[in-house]
């Protein structure tokens, strides 16, 4: 089945830091989504890529939709204390409605 | 704008007791799914339904039960609860196929 791995598993950034992050699969994906999750609440949308070679901002936030289809990655500028969560990548192939998520990456930032 | 609510936010149950987790949206999104999010494991997907009255198996439906009466309910139900299954309970729900899910901010369940 689909897999969609990201790694590390933690990252540990200073305040005011940028962050890559990458999410890479074996199989192709027709949407790459990325979410936040706090502690204690559900995953938050940040930000929804639909075409191969995209590349959307919200805010500091950017996130890339890879030309293979296959990966995608999200940069955070400039880090602040609030940006600590779990990011995961989730991505649809469009043969069905379900959408396969990675096993998240938490994010801590230093101040 | 209530969005999508789960309840209770945490339970506490017995083993081989039969728990039902609530889930309740306000948009009319005709997809609704549940996860369980456990460490080292991530989301995993338990049951999905593409409409009322429409539901079908996730990567992990062993010993879990849904229903789709009506578009803006989706009930979990564990029908004899193991230790196993103590995890964190997501719903989410989506318009069509391929738009971004909306999470509920989960059910702590713990089974004892």
């Known amino acids: 089945g689909q897999q969609l791995n990201q790694s590390p598993q933690s990252m540990f950034i200073q305040e005011g830091e940028d962050v890559s992050m990458n999410c890479t699969s074996s199989?192709?994906?027709?949407?790459w989504l990325w979410y936040k999750q706090d502690p204690g609440e559900g995953p938050v949308l940040l930000i929804a890529?639909?075409?191969?070679?995209e590349l959307t901002s919200n805010g500091r936030l950017t996130a890339q939709f890879g030309i293979t289809r296959k990966d995608s990655f999200l940069n955070i500028s400039a880090s602040i204390p609030s940006d600590v969560g779990i990011y995961f990548c989730a991505g649809t192939t469009g043969a069905n409605s379900k959408l396969t998520f990675g096993k998240g990456i938490t994010l801590s930032v230093r101040p | 704008d209530a969005g999508i609510t789960q309840s209770p936010r945490y339970k506490i149950t017995e083993t081989g007791r039969q728990v039902t987790l609530m889930c309740h949206q306000t948009w009319s999104h005709s997809y609704m799914f549940w996860y369980r999010q456990d460490l080292g494991h991530g989301l995993r997907l338990i049951y999905y339904?593409?409409?009322?009255?429409?539901?079908d198996k996730g990567e992990v439906p062993d010993g879990y039960v849904v229903s789709r009466s009506k578009t803006e309910n989706f009930p979990l139900t564990l029908e004899s609860a193991t230790r196993s299954q103590t995890s964190v309970y997501f719903c989410?729900?989506?318009?069509?196929?391929?738009?971004?899910?909306?999470f509920g901010n989960g059910t702590r369940l713990t089974v004892t």
């Open positions: 890529l639909y075409k191969a070679g």
């Open positions: 199989s192709i994906f027709n949407t």
């Open positions: 989410a729900s989506r318009a069509q196929e391929n738009s971004p899910l909306h």
């Open positions: 339904s593409a409409a009322a009255d429409i539901t």
